[in-house]
């Protein structure tokens, strides 16, 4: 903090504020309600720059104000800076700011709800929401909710506005309850418009404007106050859980630990050793490294850069003017033993008194200096010993005892008179940032008398029927505890009665964190979703199992929300969303980030924790609603199986359901018009709208039986098991959704397979694994392979008739119209042929015949079709020999035996994207007017846009 000279300070005065009949000469500290307290209102005019401390400054760069966003002009003194948070203004728009310094940004949240922090990561065109600086080539911490951004030494200061995503009561009915925006400052995209005034808003030079963390709704600083408070969720109101309808009394944000301690700074910490070796000298004796020291080096090197990105000699960067002393200030021996210091720069010369007041901007305190006193600090023979500083001490002195080095400081509070204290109290108004008003109290004041001078202070002045119906009360702030604490617990053995599922649980938890009571038990899948009353109980009992193993198997813990349908409105349909984070490489990170933001955070499910079950479970009571999987066939694949695994226990066994590709062929996902591959970049937030539009078909599902050699199976049609195998007597049983190969298309799969499984790190990237492929073909060309010939090898029977093959290595049966990334084998039918257009609805199969690996090639290039075999329901297939096969993907090597295809009575509900989307008249976030009159417009523009199709 820079405390040179004598700068010019813009602080408005308080006024003091007098009540009504009274002697305007008397003050409002000499009234007193029933005792002596102090009741000074904190009213707008003491208010007005929000506790702002502005002095004017030259820049000597582009400098941008950060309420209205445009430059700021001139050769010195252009505008002005706080002090603290380094927000910058015209001094035209000195009166208008509306963002609070950080200093008192924390008051004025009513219900703190903590953030959920990324990994540390590196971003730019980013600013930090604590310190108001832009993220150049610095790490930075990301809220995965709200998009609240900060640096690691701003973490101590961030203010605890994150989305509250789980808001049910049960005592308010569903219309009694309104909603409003959550707003946050700055980082809004390049293109954003303000929803009032219809002008650009968003700005990449500075932190401002503001955006609704919900519906999404943009606007300037001066424009969102001019904005309705209710929120509707915005154009995906239809498809978002709302809050209101979901409890969740504890999250698995809040039951991880400090950031710290639970690892997620661990890999910067790594990173930060990782620094080009030195050179190698030789020495008689190697001494080893011990885990202790390589810690304390990686410490180190995180402190520093914790430091630095808040530190003083950032900010003399920034100030060419800046010139004085380094001091370090520490907050208390935890601060002190943890080497967490803030640093303030202060002339040479500096008083006491300077020091303290730079030492609270440093720490976002908004106090009088004379409460706080600095001590100095020093350690002799290890023992830390504590100074109080007297005012007749200067900065001098304090570097010749420190040698030379940056004098290290402790600032305390200095409490006067433990009897007297203040208050913040809060106003009932809906506005979650609402500015609190602080009260004196001593130990002799009532509640009636701190009702009464509330009332004063937010200027309450009710009518007489207003005042007979009012009534005013004065409660603790705390969490119900009737809503139950609700976890899911996987990885057990599977197959087990729900009693030995419960004693397997017990047993590895103690008295104190004892559950209330098991809610469901999936045996198949070896899972259990338990409940807690008490929810000190529930953490207990998340930190005990998260780390315990049973038979060798890490288990899978993780708390779920509990959906209340009464709260829940009937024209909703919301979207179940299942994103497998390992597609794509990276990718199904970040549209799982992504879409939590978009939507209500609860209802978008990792993959990798714990699978489909969790969320199918969730949602296993509503009537009514849409899923969305993020990821490739496979992953579409899996969670139809668990799907129809859990179906019957389900109120919507089939819910429509829609792909966003992210794995390599994404066949699935290109029939039903969903795209090749997901791309970075693409905006995800139409492709939601896009979901709402989209129209529902049918998908068949076909059962691939592998019987053995000379045993025969009934096959049931009905049956829901995608793949079991209950031993070697037993066939194996597969649900096929696409396609189903054998011969030279399921070797190169299952060479590709083999590849993957030896180096799994290198397929992380959609173009890597089409060259493995295409290397794999290659490496057959010409050469003899194990599927020449197949004609002789296989016998194919189709509705019960024999199929005469001719010269093939390999056989393709399709479900669907697309195979190997996007080729089309059984190609376009001509009105003189003698088979049907293909058709993923239609009930038959198409068979088709592959010559080698060149006709493979052809295929892919579009250069010619496979060879057309036959259209049947029924299909089987005799193999003389070990074959390779895959089903949808899947490869592996088969024995010698019958494979039995069939129409299976599971058939999936599909969404299918429209060739022409449906016209709207606002596709931007709605602000205000009646959701149910806009769909009802929208269902009429629908219409009309399919009559035109027609025609």
């Not at 058709?839 to 250069?863: F, K, P």
């Amino acid at each position: 903090m820079n405390v040179s000279g004598n700068p010019r300070r813009v602080r408005p005065e308080k006024q003091p504020v007098i009540l009504p009949g009274s002697d305007c000469k008397e003050t409002m500290e000499s009234l007193s309600f029933g005792r002596r307290v102090d009741i000074t209102a904190d009213t707008e005019s003491a208010d007005t720059y929000h506790h702002h401390t502005f002095v004017k400054k030259s820049f000597h760069r582009p400098t941008f104000c950060h309420h209205c966003t445009e430059m700021l002009w001139g050769i010195t003194k252009q505008g002005l800076t706080c002090e603290v948070c380094n927000f910058v203004s015209h001094e035209r728009c000195l009166y208008n700011i509306v963002t609070p310094c950080s200093s008192v940004a924390s008051d004025r949240i009513k219900e703190p709800v903590p953030h959920t922090w990324s990994d540390p990561v590196q971003a730019r065109k980013k600013f930090c929401n604590v310190c108001r600086r832009k993220f150049d080539d610095g790490v930075l911490l990301r809220c995965e909710v709200c998009e609240y951004y900060a640096h690691l030494g701003c973490l101590d200061f961030v203010v605890s506005d994150c989305r509250k995503c789980s808001n049910y009561e049960e005592s308010k009915e569903m219309g009694e309850k309104k909603f409003v925006h959550h707003w946050r400052e700055g980082n809004l995209p390049p293109s954003g418009k303000c929803a009032f005034c219809k002008c650009k808003c968003g700005t990449t030079e500075c932190l401002s404007s503001m955006k609704c963390s919900w519906c999404w709704t943009m606007a300037h600083c001066g424009c969102y106050k001019q904005l309705p408070q209710s929120c509707n969720y915005g154009a995906l109101a239809e498809i978002l859980m709302p809050r209101s309808c979901l409890s969740m009394p504890v999250t698995n944000a809040s039951v991880k630990a400090d950031l710290a301690s639970k690892g997620k700074l661990k890999k910067f910490w790594l990173d930060a050793i990782k620094a080009p070796k030195p050179k190698k000298v030789k020495t008689p004796r190697a001494r080893p490294v011990s885990d202790a020291h390589v810690n304390q080096q990686a410490r180190r090197r995180y402190l520093k850069a914790n430091m630095m990105e808040n530190s003083a000699e950032t900010r003399a960067k920034d100030d060419e003017t800046a010139d004085g002393q380094i001091v370090k200030i520490y907050d208390g021996y935890i601060a002190l033993s943890k080497r967490n210091f803030k640093t303030i720069q202060v002339q040479k010369d500096a008083t006491i008194q300077q020091m303290i007041e730079a030492a609270l901007r440093a720490y976002l305190i908004k106090d009088e200096a004379s409460n706080y006193y600095l001590s100095s600090v020093s350690d002799t023979d290890g023992e830390i010993t504590e100074k109080r500083l007297s005012e007749l001490d200067n900065l001098t002195s304090l570097t010749k005892v420190s040698m030379g080095k940056a004098p290290s400081l402790f600032l305390r509070y200095e409490d006067k008179d433990t009897r007297r204290g203040t208050i913040k109290v809060f106003s009932g108004d809906p506005d979650t940032t609402s500015v609190p008003r602080p009260i004196s109290i001593n130990s002799h004041i009532s509640v009636e008398e701190v009702i009464e001078m509330a009332l004063h202070k937010f200027r309450i002045d009710n009518s007489l029927k207003q005042m007979k119906q009012t009534r005013y009360y004065l409660r603790k702030n705390e969490q119900p505890t009737m809503e139950l604490a609700r976890m899911y617990v996987g990885s057990l053995p599977i197959n087990l009665s729900e009693f030995k599922y419960k004693q397997i649980i017990q047993k590895m938890l103690d008295e104190d964190s004892m559950f209330a009571s098991i809610d469901m038990v999936y045996a198949q899948y070896g899972s259990a979703c338990v409940s807690f009353s008490d929810h000190e109980a529930a953490v207990k009992a998340y930190k005990i199992l998260k780390d315990t193993t049973y038979e060798d198997k890490l288990l899978t813990v993780l708390f779920i929300p509990e959906i209340h349908l009464d709260k829940l409105p009937e024209d909703h349909c919301p979207l179940l969303v299942f994103v497998n984070t390992r597609s794509g490489g990276c990718q199904g990170i970040d549209v799982q980030d992504a879409l939590r933001k978009m939507l209500n955070p609860h209802q978008v499910f990792d993959l990798d924790q714990g699978g489909p079950l969790p969320g199918l479970h969730v949602f296993s009571q509503l009537k009514e609603y849409k899923a969305l999987i993020c990821g490739g066939d496979g992953t579409v694949g899996w969670v139809l199986s668990c799907l129809d695994d859990i179906g019957q226990e389900s109120v919507c066994s089939s819910p429509p359901i829609a792909v966003l590709p992210l794995g390599t062929g994404n066949d699935l996902s290109r029939v039903l018009k969903w795209g090749g591959g997901y791309q970075q970049g693409d905006d995800l937030y139409q492709m939601l709208q896009t979901v709402m539009e989209a129209e529902e078909v049918k998908l068949d599902r076909w059962t691939v039986v592998f019987e053995p050699e000379g045993k025969h199976t009934e096959i049931d049609n009905k049956s829901n098991s995608s793949n079991s195998s209950s031993g070697d007597d037993m066939p194996n049983l597969f649900v096929m959704n696409n396609y189903f190969g054998i011969g030279i298309d399921a070797d190169l799969c299952l060479g590709f397979h083999n590849a993957r499984e030896e180096k799994p790190e290198k397929f992380n990237n959609r173009v890597y694994n089409k060259i493995v492929y295409l290397r794999q073909g290659m490496q057959k060309l010409g050469r003899k392979t194990n599927c020449r010939e197949l004609n002789k090898e296989i016998l194919i029977d189709v509705d019960n008739k024999r199929l005469k093959l001719p010269t093939l290595e390999g056989i393709l049966i399709l479900n669907i119209s697309s195979w190997g990334s996007g080729a089309d084998p059984w190609g376009s039918s001509d009105t003189q042929d003698e088979f049907q257009r293909a058709s993923h609805d239609d009930g038959m199969l198409e068979i088709i015949g592959l010559t080698g690996v060149m006709h493979l090639g052809q295929i892919q290039g579009s250069l010619r079709n496979g060879i057309r075999l036959a259209q049947a329901s029924h299909i089987r297939i005799s193999m003389k020999t070990d074959m390779p096969v895959q089903v949808d993907g899947e490869p592996w090597m088969q024995l010698s035996g019958e494979v039995v295809v069939s129409r299976s009575a599971l058939q999936a509900t599909m969404l299918k994207k429209r060739k022409h989307r449906i016209a709207r008249r606002n596709t931007e976030p709605a602000i205000s007017g009646d959701s149910a009159a806009q769909r009802d417009q929208a269902k009429l523009v629908a219409v009309n846009s399919e009559e035109i199709a027609q025609i």
